[in-house]
């Protein structure tokens, strides 16, 4: 057992993010000695979303995994993919009817990695109890990994922080995305799990969580319908870096990135 390290990066905005991440994740990834890097890649189709064009392209660009969140089945392109690929998965709290799987397993310096990635239901769509779906997918794959990690897509932090406290020192590493926005608060939990609210995004710099700054402005001026498009120009990516020992699946470090 060994000392692993995992590169988590928010919410892919845009083609610009996909890009970006194709000319920079590599370099990142050997700065910070990563070996397990894994994007949420919510929003990086046109229009929201995940095709399958722009998921091929995030894992020719380093991304080992794929996480998800609420906009998972817009493009029926990736419906595909989420069926027959370990290196993407949609949230463990959908029906068991919908395509694709909600966590999967992968093998990092001999380390058995179990990623999992759930949905908040505050504020959100009413789906399964998100502290009972993760239980459930712990109690299912027992055995057959070492160190399990967490991606809550959900818009509240309390949610976030209840769900990262409850499986304290059950699982190694949990975050959240969806808000965009990276929280100041990347700490270890007191019984190990490494935890930080929020990862951010990757995504425009000049724009409000992504958009256009103009379109948004005007809907919560004007409440008129208002065309959402991701701006071109200087792309960022956050996310954070967190350090686990396998042998005791406790996290030694949660570091925030961005690049
Ligand atoms: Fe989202």
Not at 116 to 142: I, S
Not at 180 to 196: K, S
Request: a neutral charge; hydrophobic letters at 40%.
């Amino acid at each position: 057992m060994s000392i692993i390290k995992i590169l988590a990066l928010g919410d892919v905005v845009g083609q610009g993010a996909v890009r970006y991440l194709e000319s920079n994740l590599r370099r990142k990834i050997s700065e910070c000695g990563a070996d397990l890097t894994v994007v949420n890649a919510e929003n990086a189709a046109i229009g929201n979303g995940l095709d399958a064009d722009s998921a091929r392209a995030l894992w020719g660009a380093g991304a080992d995994v794929l996480t998800s969140g609420n906009h998972v089945f817009r493009h029926s392109t990736l419906h595909g993919l989420l069926e027959d690929s370990g290196k993407l998965i949609r949230p463990l709290n959908y029906s068991s009817e919908c395509p694709g799987n909600g966590h999967t397993i992968v093998t990092v310096k001999g380390v058995r990695v179990l990623i999992m990635n759930v949905l908040g239901v505050v504020y959100g769509d009413q789906l399964n109890c998100p502290f009972e779906a993760v239980e459930r997918a712990l109690k299912r794959e027992k055995g057959g990994y070492d160190v399990a990690i967490l991606d809550i897509h959900a818009e509240t932090t309390s949610e976030k922080a209840a769900l990262a406290r409850y499986f304290d020192g059950r699982i190694s590493a949990v975050w959240g995305t969806h808000t965009h926005v990276q929280t100041a608060d990347a700490r270890i939990l007191p019984r190990g799990t490494g935890f930080i609210t929020d990862l951010g995004m990757c995504g425009p710099t000049d724009s409000i969580l992504g958009v256009d700054s103009r379109s948004i402005i005007n809907k919560l001026r004007l409440h008129m319908p208002q065309k959402f498009t991701v701006p071109d120009g200087r792309v960022s990516a956050t996310g954070a870096l967190f350090t686990v020992d396998s042998a005791t699946g406790r996290a030694t470090g949660v570091e925030p990135i961005a690049f």
